[in-house]
């Protein structure tokens, strides 16, 4: 099994070595291969039961359990790990029908609905009506494939297996693409050699980096032998850290442009105008000359070059197109956003705990990271 894992990310990094966009419409055909699997497990099971029994599943759920706040967390941090391909939707943004934003908004709306529908569903169903095989250390990996061979048949229960692990593929897939542009952008700020930057001639696409994101997860296999629990302890750190960190500076961010509407601070003084070189200055300074000697006299304007504009003695006369007031919704949407990075970083704060192989191999690498730095 070693082998094949090993052999399928090679064929993984030459798909790369292809283009990312060859790769994207792959993923997608895999995508919509499980999800229509997942669609007939459900119709199958649904043919086969009424919907009394369905309903009577739900008490049966916490029938012989009782959830402490420590279960609740520690399976609240698991069960964020499974959004975690969320990410592959920026990740595959180069590639991304034009305008980016809007079309990013359906496909993460389209996302949530299907694993929130599919999801819980298939769970319950395959736990509740295959108990044997749910507590068998062996069987619960297979519990949806099994779900799927005991109310379908043969042919489906196949299908389900090979589509389930095709997905699987192209999560590692989407790991794939995020880490050699991690180690692009890493290499543009000087921390990795510039080779690292160049493209092959053949396909445009940047050979080395793929080779590097390819090459240090054979390697990683090589030395836990494969083992998937110890892959999976070591997975939990980096996502959620990462996930937190980018939760709490785009509060930051949020915070600053809250605060700079407030204090008007995008906004010009009403007497000040734009001249020759689309920069505003003072009255009197104003030049339509884009001779030499004026772009050397003027003094560049670094608020315009930076995009924040700030106003004479701190006090704004004027309004701006750039400003825009704080409704009840932006406000909604910032709260919404702390509530969020609360919950990431309670998922981290909880897989630090319960995962201490992976906090204690996450913690090594990122301090090793920071040394290098």
């Not at 999800?35 to 086969?48: E, G, M, Q, R």
């Not at 609240?76 to 908004?105: N, W, Y």
Request: net charge positive; hydrophobic share 50%; proline share 5%.
């Amino acid at each position: 099994a070693l082998e094949i894992t090993i052999g399928v990310l090679v064929l993984l990094g030459i798909l790369n070595w292809v283009g990312v966009s060859e790769s994207a419409r792959v993923s997608l055909v895999g995508a919509v291969i499980a999800f229509c699997s997942d669609v007939a497990i459900l119709i199958t099971v649904f043919t086969h039961i009424s919907f009394s029994d369905f309903l009577s599943l739900f008490p049966r759920m916490f029938a012989h359990q009782h959830l402490t706040v420590v279960s609740i967390l520690t399976g609240f941090a698991g069960s964020f790990l499974a959004f975690s391909g969320l990410e592959s939707i920026s990740q595959l943004s180069p590639v991304m029908k034009t305008p980016r934003k809007r079309v990013a908004g359906i496909a993460l709306l389209l996302v949530v609905l299907t694993i929130g529908v599919t999801s819980p569903i298939l769970t319950m169903l395959s736990t509740l009506l295959q108990p044997r095989e749910a507590s068998d250390p062996v069987l619960s990996n297979q519990l949806i494939s099994l779900l799927a061979g005991h109310w379908g048949s043969i042919f489906l229960q196949t299908e389900v297996a090979i589509s389930a692990s095709a997905l699987l593929v192209f999560a590692s897939n989407t790991a794939i693409i995020g880490s050699y542009h991690v180690f692009m952008a890493l290499s543009r700020m000087d921390f990795f050699p510039a080779f690292v930057l160049r493209r092959n001639k053949l396909r445009g696409t940047p050979h080395y980096s793929i080779a590097l994101a390819t090459g240090i997860p054979i390697v990683v296999l090589v030395l836990v032998r494969g083992n998937i629990n110890i892959l999976g302890d070591m997975y939990a750190f980096g996502l959620l850290g990462a996930f937190t960190l980018t939760c709490l500076g785009l509060d930051i961010v949020r915070y600053r442009e809250r605060k700079a509407v407030r204090a008007k601070a995008y906004q010009w003084p009403a007497n000040w105008q734009r001249n020759g070189h689309d920069e505003h200055v003072p009255p009197g300074n104003v030049s339509h000359d884009s001779s030499q000697d004026t772009l050397k006299n003027t003094p560049p304007d670094r608020h315009a070059l930076t995009g924040v504009s700030i106003a004479q003695g701190g006090v704004a006369t004027a309004p701006s197109a750039r400003t825009r007031p704080l409704s009840f919704w932006s406000t909604l949407d910032f709260w919404l956003g702390i509530l969020t990075t609360l919950l990431v970083l309670t998922a981290w704060m909880t897989n630090l705990v319960s995962k201490p192989l992976a906090t204690a191999f996450g913690g090594s690498v990122a301090s090793i990271g920071m040394i290098i730095a």
